[in-house]
T-cell receptor
Framework: NAGVTQTPKFQVLKTGQSMTLQCAQDMNHNSMYWYRQDPGMGLRLIYYSASEGTTDKGEVPNGYNVSRLNKREFSLRLESAAPSQTSVYFC????????????FGPGTRLTVL | GQQVMQIPQYQHVQEGEDFTTYCNSSTTLSNIQWYKQRPGGHPVFLIQLVKSGEVKKQKRLTFQFGEAKKNSSLHITATQTTDVGTYFCADKTGNQFYFGTGTSLTVIP
């Protein structure tokens, strides 16, 4: 099992460019999440999806859109990148019951110039 | 939204010394999870506490959940260089997780 995979690992954008971050999990989890991590700020939830076909805003959704393409895949899109979106982005998935621990992907390091 | 405060932000210890990080909330927490993130890596789940006053141990790590379920702590006994990283607490409320700001641990050999 690969767990949670993310692409790309690194990306540099110019202000105003768009891009999509891809995430996939092979653990048959219903719940998936997108976080951003900035120095001294911990992890902040951007969007989450409790099941296929549903998405909800998290703490910092402005400037982002998401798509839950199927149970495995959850993508994050930046329509018009801004320097304030320079960050490390993590995708995660979790079980619905029991410990419901989150499993994180390796992250995407995004720089917006 | 939910706010989970974590202290200290940074901690430097000599190898062999103990280390503790604290997580505090102004509201009652449903449960608390702890994660470790190695430098350059991604967060990895350590443990979940659910019950008031719960104490769990994993080798040299001791996790506690406060009686009022408003605070939690992670204590590492006799730190080793492999303990280096940032430790996060997280509260799950509904479908959302709220992470503390983390404590970055440096272990000096």
């Amino acid at each position: 099992n690969a767990g949670v995979t993310q692409t790309p690992k690194f990306q540099v954008l110019k202000t105003g460019q768009s891009m999509t971050l891809q995430c996939a999990q092979d653990m048959n989890h219903n719940s998936m999440y997108w976080y951003r991590q900035d120095p001294g700020m911990g992890l902040r939830l951007i969007y989450y999806s409790a099941s296929e076909g549903t998405t909800d805003k998290g703490e910092v959704p402005n400037g982002y859109n998401v798509s839950r393409l199927n149970k495995r895949e959850f993508s994050l899109r930046l329509e018009s990148a801004a320097p304030s979106q320079t960050s490390v982005y993590f995708c995660a998935s979790s079980r619905d019951r029991g410990p419901n621990e989150q499993f994180f992907g390796p992250g995407t390091r995004l720089t917006v110039l | 939204g939910q706010q989970v405060m974590q202290i200290p932000q940074y901690q430097h210890v000599q190898e062999g010394e103990d280390f503790t990080t604290y997580c505090n909330s102004s509201t009652t927490l449903s449960n608390i999870q702890w994660y470790k993130q190695r430098p350059g890596g991604h967060p990895v789940f350590l443990i979940q506490l659910v019950k008031s006053g719960e104490v769990k141990k994993q080798k040299r790590l001791t996790f506690q959940f406060g009686e009022a379920k408003k605070n939690s702590s992670l204590h590492i006994t006799a730190t080793q260089t492999t303990d280096v990283g940032t430790y996060f607490c997280a509260d799950k409320t509904g479908n959302q997780f709220y992470f503390g700001t983390g404590t970055s641990l440096t272990v000096i050999p």
